[in-house]
């Protein structure tokens, strides 16, 4: 396993459980649109936004040079799409 990335907002504070390989991880939190309370239309909006972020970020890793990137330097792209 090469890259662990965690989306659940409440998942940055549990602990993660152990990941062999000692893989690069992020955080790449999302507010949970299943927790939405609220109208349809609103619960509807909530799942669209989660997929918009999402999708861009992981765009945005598709684009990483990954294969001429060390671990640390992995490891900071990540953190930084994590804060697009």
Request: charged fraction near 25%; include cysteine.
């Amino acid at each position: 396993m090469d890259l662990v990335i965690t989306v659940c907002d409440s998942a940055a504070a549990e602990t993660c459980p152990f990941w062999p390989g000692q893989p690069a991880t992020a955080h790449w939190g999302v507010p949970d649109p299943a927790a939405v309370k609220g109208t349809d239309e609103q619960k509807r909006k909530a799942f669209v936004s989660a997929y918009a972020t999402l999708s861009n970020r992981i765009n945005l890793l598709l684009n990483l040079p990954v294969e001429r990137l060390d671990r640390l330097a992995l490891k900071r792209n990540l953190d930084q799409i994590a804060k697009q």
